[in-house]
């Protein structure tokens, strides 16, 4: 991983998440890049026939002295010896069309963002949240961070399956993968029985030899856990197993599927306070 890129809005979630990536960097040997999105000012020009709108550049320069100020401010705050920090402004871009920026820093591996989850039916239920949109959208993995967490070395982490998705096997070897540098970190598949899927057994022991004979990790073992639904089975089990990282794949559905179906990834990320680190199914580009 040569670049991580932390998106902040200065807030105190943000500035948790930005320690938060500070430790990762160190572990993985990336330069964290911290950027700041926001939208430049403009002005209405009059002329024969309608208005037109245009930067007003002379705002804009007071607006990006000002906010450079708090980037700076922001990114010293947090003590990051023996880490490369570079600040970036991006000026009218969403925060989760990651398409309009990524090109902007190359070679970047990981998004890290903080995230307050959803706070009202309107903030979350049904438009949701920046981060979990983001997920969406990302063609590269997406770590959530919630205020509550604070970062440790990864000793347990904890990946739901579903053994009949295809796109199961290549997220358990990207998983892999990324927490290589944490060594002797153990990885628990985690199956969840609910009263809509329920996976047998011969399914079940079928999927861990396709397992073993296609990932290479000493620390692999699978869970299963009974419960009324996907997401109170992973609560369950990041409680009782004691992970300190949850690792989800997600369809990345858009539009009219969006709206129908939804994702578990992302009611994850708005309703279990977990680091969730989200990567993007094989295929899917900016």
Do not use: C
């Not at 947090?78 to 398409?99: F, K, N, Q, T, Y």
């Not at 369809?251 to 992302?266: D, M, N, P, V, Y």
């Amino acid at each position: 991983m040569k670049n991580i890129l932390h998106l902040t809005d200065f807030s105190e979630v943000a500035r948790n998440a930005y320690e938060y990536a500070i430790h990762l960097a160190r572990q993985v040997g990336a330069e964290l890049h911290v950027a700041h999105i926001y939208d430049r000012p403009y002005a209405s020009i009059a002329y024969q026939g309608g208005l037109s709108a245009v930067i007003d550049a002379e705002m804009d320069a007071k607006i990006r002295a000002e906010l450079k100020k708090h980037l700076e401010t922001y990114a010293t705050a947090v003590a990051h010896e023996g880490i490369r920090v570079i600040l970036h402004l991006w000026g009218d871009m969403s925060v989760w069309r990651p398409d309009q920026y990524l090109d902007k820093v190359p070679g970047t591996g990981l998004i890290v963002m903080g995230t307050r989850g959803a706070t009202s039916l309107w903030h979350g239920g049904l438009f949701g949240t920046n981060t979990a949109r983001l997920i969406r959208h990302s063609p590269v993995p997406v770590l959530a961070v919630h205020p509550q967490n604070t970062y440790a070395p990864y000793q347990k982490a904890l990946l739901p399956v579903d053994i009949f998705d295809e796109g199961t096997l290549p997220i358990i070897k990207k998983a892999v993968e990324f927490l290589r540098p944490w060594s002797g970190v153990k990885i628990s598949l985690l199956v969840v029985n609910t009263p809509y899927v329920f996976y047998d057994t011969a399914s079940i022991e079928k999927f861990i030899q396709q397992v073993k004979e296609n990932v290479r990790h000493e620390a692999l073992d699978l869970r299963v856990y009974n419960d009324i639904s996907v997401e109170e089975g992973l609560r369950q089990a990041m409680e009782t197993e004691k992970a300190d990282l949850l690792v989800m794949g997600t369809h990345a559905r858009k539009g009219l599927a969006q709206l129908l179906f939804g994702s578990i990834t992302e009611n994850v990320a708005q309703h279990l306070s977990y680091p969730l680190l989200a990567f993007p199914p094989e295929g899917v580009s900016s």
